[in-house]
Structure formats: structure tokens, C-alpha cells
């Protein structure tokens, strides 16, 4: 893959957080947390502890110079517990020492007494309790209990989909160092560099101004580090800024998995009523989510299951209500899809329910229901430019789904002990922040002297590639080389207020951001080349290939010549741009509006087989349709639609998170919780991206890539069925991810 920082990771020369030279006095902080799921703290002393060897402080709640708050949407969570504990987990004191080792080894010399309460881990023992984040929330659309009379058929049901970890390669990691003044510079690993500015700020009791947040890169985010890196860089923020010397916090694997929040698990019921050929009249459906023990960015996921709740379809029928519902688990947060996945997985399994039910494909139920033209989502907004059925259409043309099944079924035929599977997911997203506030970028852009140029935006870059669009961005809107180009470190003192890289848009917004400050300085350059020439309008002065052209011939002026000349007449060579996704809005009040700016489509068909004597499985293949736009790097945009689908298969089928009654996290590393590796990936992927599919929604007419890609993954749940059902027709389908070769083999016999 051609992303400019490959190299660097190939070699090892790319440095994240961890890989920052130690600065002069550095000082290592480690996180004394909660051994109880729910309980009320009696007596925290920690006189002993000061006492250890290496240690230089210990600091708790107490200490806390501004607000013990760490809440964003809602300001329901602690920094450092004081009275209360929630989850297994929750930090309460932050021990400094000389090293990590020795900050550790203080945590028994700690003396703690809770007296436990009993810790509810399920959401709808959580609902019936009523312990809400906020009240039940419900879209609708047309009229479910009048439909259900006209529905030939009608099949109800319960699905459950398991939570998620990240596993980003880089745990949560931050670096604080004071600066002169009562200021301090955290180098953090956050999706959101201002939502840390903004919340160490107020946790530290200062303006933000004092408080600068630098990123180079993250080893990964994927919504891990959207709202969850916070906490990590205001402790050691907290802790520098007390001790007046560098902080370094660095969780390691067990802590970050037992600490951090993960995907939400759902528990939901669905209704789904159909006409004989397949049309969907009427859908209902109540989604409970899991949301953990503090709200974090539970409500705006929650809000994303809603306006995914009928995927690439149109149905006219429409009830889906959804609630938040505490409960005493590490508070679970954005993961790529955001609420999305699990919304769509509880529609296909309804659709696969009333397949069996009228004796008809699955894929007749999907095609017939896809989305059209100028349909109406259940939260108001039309489909434009809709390619749905465009995605559809050609996955069938170059995958030929027909063989695909016939082949499942020779196969099947001629083997007792393998069966096949295959199944088809559409998939439909949208595209922009949900709270419309958040849908601004800016960016700002210096050209040199020399005509090298430094780029700065809110975009971090995660491994996504965005720092490449941004790039491509710029090089293009100016046409010179990229080599040129620069994309600087995630600042908060060079970009303001920004909205943190998620919900597929840091492309989208940041470079869009990005070619506006470039056309700024473009104009000051060709009014100088104008001038240079003479020449009454800037309208016939043009740069390509770092050449100046005049009135369409090419001049003895180059990129290199002009800025230079632009600096001698003293021009500004320097811009600021700025983005404002336009035309987006929401109603809560009435739960309608346009929340996306567009939308992403695409098609995925896949095969697996499955060893009937074992439970195990392999995906055979994956062929996919995908609509990228008009990508700004087509090798990215597939790496992204590969990882999107081996995430979202890890979820599906083997990533599993198992609590002990106590709300322990049984399955805490790497021994425990596997992640899909090379064996379990799919032995085939194609991707297929939609050609002449501009996007007049986005920049240079490409498309949000991140996100979308990981519900093909939802396709493998179903194919997986298929192949055993094939092996036993006689039993009833269940709707339970992650389908771990355990439940498999329950269901063969
Ligand atoms: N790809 C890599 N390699 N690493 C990541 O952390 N995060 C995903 C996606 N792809 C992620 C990734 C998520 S959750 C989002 S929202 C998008 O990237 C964010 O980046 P973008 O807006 O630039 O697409
Ligand atoms: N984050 C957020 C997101 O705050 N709002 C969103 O709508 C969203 N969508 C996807 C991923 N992160
Ligand atoms: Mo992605 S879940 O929007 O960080």
C-alpha cells in the first residue's frame, strides 16, 4: 500500500506515543482501580503506599485542583472514584513512580474497603429496573399496527449480538509535560484532541488556552479512543501538572482490556410482517442497549442503531424504540459502525426468520426490499443518488449469485460431514456526525519559501490512510508534487475546536477544510503571477504540474518561482479553511430530519464451509460491491473495505467477551479473547468499486470509506446458518452472535 507512513512503520521508524523520547525527569503513573462491579467506598488509604519504594506520589479524587469530571455528552463519570464504584475496573487512584514497575508494585501497600452492592450486568433487567441514561427513544414511520392486518405473515423474535473489543494495536497511552505559567502539553492517543483540551482543561481547573494537545499518530482508534483516551491523558495531566515534571501513562494489554469500554452488546426483539412475495410491509423492533456504567457516547450510538434500524431497505412500516441501560460494566463506547452493526444484524435476522417462514431465499426477501430513489427513511430523510440496487447488481454480474447458491447445494449434496453456506449483505450508512455540531473541520496551510508546504487539520491519523487523502488533497487542489507535502502532527493550538476523526467524515470534512485554505493561497499566488505578467485577470493564470501557464501557455514561471516571488511582494503564503458540512439537521423532538450528508452503498456475497464432526468453519471467500465514489486512493479504500470486513467478521463470529456473574471480564488478553488472525480470514476477498459513481457530497468526489465495510461481516452470521441448517434443517434458528464454534456444534447436535 502506498500510504506515505509504510515505510516508516515497515522500518520501525514511525513514532507513536510509547516511542517519544523520555523527556529530562520523566515520572511513570499506573491506575489502582475498583475490584468491585458495584459497591460504596468505606476507607481509601494510601499513606502506606506514598511510603513504597520508587513511589513519588499517590493521588486520588481529593486531589483533583478542577472538576472530577470526565463526562462528555452527559457529566455522569468520575475521573478518579470518590464514594461510589460502577465497574470492575474504574480507576480510583493514580500511583507515580520512578518507574511502571515499581508504581505497580505500591498497589498492595493501597488500602481499600468497599461494601458491595449487587451489580446488574443486563440491560433488561436494567430497563425493567428503569436505571435509563435517558428516556426511551422511538422512530417511526407510516403505521405499524394498521399494517400488521394487510401482512400475509408475521414472525417475531429475539437477537443478541456480544460486545467488541478494540484491540488497537497501541494501547491508551498519554505523556503530559508542564510548561512554563501553569501550562501543559499532553501528547495523547485520542481520536478527539480537543475533547482531552476541552476535559483536561476542566479537570485541571484551567482555560483551555493552557492546555495543548499534540498527536502524531494512533496504533489504531477504531472508536476506542474516540471518548476513552480522555481519561488516560487527564491523569497524566493531573499528575504532571502537580508534580510539576513529566507523566507518562501507558496501559498495558490486561489493563486496557479490563478498564476500557468496548462495542455495545444489544439484546433486542423484533416483529416483521411480509406479503407472500417477499415485500416487507411493517417492522417493529426494541433495541436494548448495553450502555455500561456512565453514559460516555452511549446516547448518539444509541440515536445510530435508529437511523440504521432498516439498513439498504424500504419499509413503510416502521416502530423501533431503544433505550440506554446502565449497567455495572466498564462504560461501553464508539466502535466502528457506531450502534449501526447491531441494528442491521437484528433486521437480517428477522429477514432470515421470515424466509424460512414463507419458504422463500433470504436474498428474494433483500433484493425485492432494497432501497430506491427518493425513499423515505423511518427518521424522514430521502435517498439521493441512491445505488443500492446499482451495488446490488453488479456483485450479481461479476459473482454470479445464482451459481454461487447452486454450487452450495451440489456440494451439500455430495458431502455428510462439510456442508456450505452462502448469503448476501447489503449494507447502507450514513454519512456525517448524527449531532449535526460536530460536522465542522478546519485546516490550516503553509507554503514555504522553497515551495514545500505544511498541512495541519483536526484529522488524526489512525491507519485509516487520512493523512494520504489530506495529502492528495492538497497536492492536487495546488498540482504539485506530492513530495512537496507535509501533513503535520493533530495540534490543538494550530486547529481549533475540532470534532474528533469518526463517523467516516475526517476525510470528508478535514479535506475539504484543506482545499479551502489552499484555493486562499491559490488566488494571492495567481494574482501575483498575474501581476508578474501584467496581465488584467487572474482568470487566465493557471497552475499545473507546478508549471504557470498563462491564457493556456505554459510561462518560464514555476510553482518554486511564483511563491517565492509571492514572498518578496510580501504575500501572505499562510491560510486557514474551514468546513461546515451544509444542508444537515435533526428534530429530536420530532425524530425526524436530514442528519447525513449521503449515504455509502455496497453488496457483499460470501461462502463458508463448515466441519459438521468439529463446529469449526472456514470463510472460503467474501466478493464484494462497494461504492467508494470516486476514491481518493483506491489502494487505501481497499485496505479499509478488507480490515472493515475482518472486524466486522471477528464480531460475528469469534471475538467473545465473557463477564463472570461478579461483571468480571473473564476474557481479558490475548490467550483469552481471540481476534481474527490469517487462518480465519476469508481465503478469498474481491473487491469490486463502483465505477463512474462521483459523489457531489464530498471532497473531489470521493466517498467516506472507514466505517460501512465492517457490516459485511454481519453476511457471515448467515452464511454460516445456511450451511447448518444444511446438516439440520429440523432445528429452529437462533439469533446469538458472536457464532462461536461452541454454539455450532450445540446447534449440529
Ligand atoms: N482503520 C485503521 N487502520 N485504524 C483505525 O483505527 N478506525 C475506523 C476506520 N478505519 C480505523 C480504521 C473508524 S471507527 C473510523 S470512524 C474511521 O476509520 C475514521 O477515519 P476516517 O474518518 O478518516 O475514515
Ligand atoms: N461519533 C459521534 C460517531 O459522536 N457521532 C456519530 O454520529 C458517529 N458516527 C459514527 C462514529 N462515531
Ligand atoms: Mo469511528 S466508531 O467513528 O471512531
Redesign the pocket.
Known amino acids: 500500500m502506498k500510504n506515505f507512513d509504510i515505510p516508516l512503520h515497515v522500518r520501525g521508524e514511525s513514532v507513536f506515543l510509547d516511542d517519544i523520547p523520555a523527556p529530562e525527569g520523566l515520572l511513570y503513573a499506573a491506575v489502582f482501580t475498583s475490584p468491585a462491579a458495584h459497591g460504596k467506598i468505606e476507607r481509601l488509604d494510601a499513606e502506606k503506599a506514598r511510603r513504597s519504594p520508587g513511589v513519588i506520589a499517590v493521588l486520588t479524587a481529593a486531589d483533583i485542583p478542577g472538576q472530577n469530571q470526565v463526562g462528555g455528552i452527559i457529566q455522569d463519570e468520575t475521573l478518579l472514584a470518590a464514594e461510589h464504584v460502577k465497574y470492575i475496573g474504574e480507576p480510583i487512584a493514580l500511583v507515580i513512580a520512578e518507574t511502571k514497575t515499581l508504581a505497580k508494585k505500591a498497589f498492595k501497600d493501597i488500602q481499600l474497603e468497599i461494601t458491595p452492592l449487587p451489580p446488574v450486568l443486563d440491560p433488561r433487567e436494567a430497563f425493567k429496573k428503569g436505571n435509563l441514561i435517558i428516556p426511551q427513544r422511538t422512530f417511526a414511520l407510516g403505521d405499524v399496527t394498521a399494517a400488521w392486518g394487510q401482512c400475509d405473515v408475521i414472525v417475531e423474535g429475539r437477537v443478541d449480538s456480544g460486545g467488541q473489543e478494540h484491540f488497537?494495536m497501541e494501547t491508551q497511552s498519554a505523556m503530559a509535560v508542564p510548561a512554563e505559567n501553569k501550562s501543559i502539553t499532553l501528547y495523547s492517543s485520542t481520536q478527539s484532541p480537543t475533547a482531552v483540551q476541552r476535559i483536561a482543561a476542566r479537570v485541571l481547573g484551567l482555560p483551555m488556552h493552557k492546555v495543548e494537545i499534540d498527536v502524531r499518530r494512533?496504533g489504531?482508534?477504531?472508536?476506542g479512543k474516540e471518548d476513552q483516551a480522555t481519561s488516560w491523558a487527564c491523569m497524566a495531566g493531573l499528575a504532571a501538572f502537580i508534580l510539576k515534571r513529566p507523566v507518562k501513562l501507558t496501559l498495558d494489554r490486561r489493563e486496557d482490556m479490563m478498564m476500557t469500554g468496548k462495542r455495545h452488546p444489544y439484546s433486542s426483539d423484533f416483529k416483521i410482517g411480509l406479503k407472500t412475495d417477499g415485500t416487507i410491509l411493517a417492522y417493529e423492533v426494541a433495541f436494548y442497549q448495553n450502555s455500561g456504567a456512565a453514559a460516555d457516547l452511549s446516547t448518539a450510538i444509541l440515536e445510530r442503531t435508529l437511523f440504521h434500524c432498516t439498513n439498504a431497505y424500504y419499509i413503510p412500516n416502521v416502530k423501533a424504540s431503544a433505550a440506554c441501560c446502565y449497567t455495572n460494566l466498564a462504560p461501553f463506547t464508539?466502535?466502528?459502525g457506531f450502534g449501526g452493526p447491531q441494528a442491521m444484524f437484528v433486521l437480517e435476522s428477522a429477514i432470515q426468520k421470515a424466509a424460512e417462514k414463507l419458504n422463500l431465499q433470504p436474498r428474494v426477501i433483500q433484493q425485492k426490499n432494497l432501497l430506491k430513489e427518493n425513499d423515505t427513511f423511518p427518521y424522514g430523510m430521502q435517498v439521493e443518488n441512491c445505488r443500492a440496487g446499482r451495488c446490488w447488481q453488479e456483485a450479481d454480474q461479476l459473482y454470479h449469485f445464482e451459481k454461487i447458491f447452486k454450487d452450495v447445494e451440489t456440494f451439500n449434496a455430495a458431502n455428510k460431514l462439510k456442508k456450505k453456506g452462502a448469503a448476501v449483505m447489503p449494507i447502507c450508512f450514513g454519512i456525517s456526525f448524527t449531532n449535526t455540531m460536530l460536522n465542522q473541520a478546519g485546516a490550516l496551510v503553509h507554503v514555504y519559501t522553497d515551495g514545500s508546504v505544511g498541512v495541519s487539520t483536526g484529522?488524526v491519523e489512525?491507519?485509516?490512510g487520512?493523512n494520504m487523502k489530506i495529502l492528495r488533497v492538497a497536492a492536487h487542489t495546488f498540482s504539485i508534487n506530492e513530495e512537496r507535502i507535509k501533513v503535520e502532527t493533530t495540534n490543538t493550538t494550530r486547529v481549533a475546536n475540532t470534532s474528533p476523526?469518526?463517523?467516516?467524515?475526517?476525510?470528508d470534512m478535514n479535506g475539504k477544510a484543506v482545499e479551502t485554505a489552499c484555493f486562499t493561497i491559490l488566488e494571492r499566488l495567481k494574482q501575483a503571477a498575474a501581476d508578474h505578467f501584467n496581465h488584467p485577470s487572474t482568470a487566465d493564470v493557471e497552475i499545473k504540474d507546478e508549471r504557470v501557464y498563462l491564457c493556456g501557455k505554459v510561462t518560464d514561471l514555476t510553482w518554486v518561482t511564483l511563491v517565492n516571488n509571492a514572498y518578496l511582494k510580501r504575500i501572505n503564503l499562510s491560510a486557514q479553511g474551514f468546513y461546515a458540512t451544509p444542508g444537515v439537521y435533526f428534530d429530536r423532538t420530532i425524530e425526524k430530519g436530514k442528519p447525513f450528508a449521503y449515504h455509502v452503498f455496497g453488496t457483499a456475497v460470501m461462502e463458508v464451509t463448515l466441519d459438521c464432526l468439529r463446529g469449526t468453519y472456514d470463510i472460503d471467500a467474501v466478493h464484494i460491491a462497494h461504492d467508494a465514489g470516486r476514491s481518493l486512493d483506491y489502494l487505501i479504500d481497499r485496505g479499509?473495505v478488507e480490515?472493515?470486513l475482518l472486524q466486522g467478521i471477528g464480531w460475528m463470529t469469534m471475538e467473545e467477551l465473557i463477564y463472570n456473574p461478579e461483571g468480571k471480564l473473564l476474557t481479558d488478553n490475548t490467550g483469552t479473547y481471540k481476534v481474527p488472525d490469517m487462518k480465519s480470514a476469508p481465503r478469498v476477498v474481491n473487491v469490486h468499486f463502483l465505477e463512474d459513481a462521483d459523489n457531489p457530497r464530498a471532497v473531489l468526489s470521493s466517498k467516506?470509506?472507514?466505517?460501512p465495510p465492517f457490516m459485511y461481516g454481519i453476511g457471515v452470521y448467515f452464511a454460516l446458518f445456511n450451511a447448518m441448517k444444511a446438516f439440520r434443517a429440523d432445528k429452529e434458528l437462533f439469533f446469538d452472535s458472536p457464532l462461536t464454534p461452541k454454539k455450532v456444534l450445540n446447534f449440529l447436535y
Not at 489504531?220 to 472508536?223: S, T
Not at 467516506?704 to 466505517?707: F, R, S, V
Open positions: 488497537y494512533l489504531g482508534g477504531f472508536g464508539a466502535f466502528r484529522a489512525m491507519g485509516q487520512v476523526t469518526a463517523a467516516s467524515s475526517a476525510a479499509q480490515g472493515g467516506a470509506i472507514g466505517e
